[in-house]
């Protein structure tokens, strides 16, 4: 069964715009992870934040994490035609669980 | 770097035919997972392995499926015999820490007909 779950399923954009996609979880956590699938390629690993961290930033990326609502935001600042892909979130309690993911389509 | 290496790309069966599915993670990475990716139920984890030991494969399916992991640098995951059903994207990945980013490989596409 799936951990995590994305918000919103889908995402469409106009380049140059923010897009955030939020991921919520139900059990306890050590850390959630982000990750980005282009269409037909695997899993490219983008961020990853512990379970004692708030705030995390990788370039355009921006990730929050709030344990007390069990939910995560990824924000991409700037966005750009090479941001469209897939972004899962994935949990790790014991064992890293991936959500369904944010179809993220972001039109030049 | 290689990365994690996959094979078959794609792969294409009839029912009831035995499927192979290989991997060669990254030198060095002590830890293999294998996924499976479909529409419906979205990436489940079917097994993983620690210094080429199963340590969990609670989310293989059935009993036709099996894997393997002989040494370090190669897996392979067995469906005999396969099913339309078994029809998805199966990743291979690797790491060096159970908790920590794991390193996809591209992929392997399977059909069964």
């Known amino acids: 069964s799936q951990q995590g779950e994305e918000d919103p399923q889908a995402l469409s954009i106009q380049e140059g715009e923010n897009a955030t996609m939020n991921c919520s979880y139900k059990t306890s956590i050590n850390n959630l992870q982000w990750y980005r699938q282009n269409s037909g390629r695997g899993l490219v690993h983008l961020i990853l934040i512990r379970s004692n961290e708030r705030e995390k930033h990788s370039g355009r990326l921006r990730v929050t994490l709030d344990t007390s609502k069990k939910s995560s935001s990824l924000l991409i600042t700037a966005s750009r035609a090479a941001d469209t892909a897939s972004y899962f979130c994935a949990t790790y309690g014991n064992k890293l669980v991936f959500g369904a993911g944010t179809i993220l389509r972001v039109k030049s | 770097d290689a990365g994690v290496i996959q094979s078959p790309r794609h792969e294409v069966t009839e029912m009831g035919q035995e499927v192979t599915l290989r991997c060669k993670p990254i030198?060095?990475?002590?830890?293999l997972f294998w996924y499976r990716q479909t529409m419906m139920r979205g990436l489940e984890l079917l097994i993983y392995?620690?210094?080429?030991?199963?340590?969990?494969d609670s989310g293989m399916p059935e009993d036709r499926f099996s894997a393997k992991m002989p040494n370090a640098s190669f897996s392979t995951l067995k469906i005999q015999p396969s099913e339309p059903r078994d029809s998805a994207v199966y990743f291979c990945?690797?790491?060096?820490?159970?908790?920590?980013?794991?390193?996809f490989g591209e992929g392997s596409r399977l059909t069964v007909l």
């Open positions: 030198s060095g990475h002590d830890y």
């Open positions: 990945a690797s790491t060096t820490s159970e908790a920590g980013e794991l390193f």
């Open positions: 392995f620690n210094n080429n030991v199963p340590i969990d």
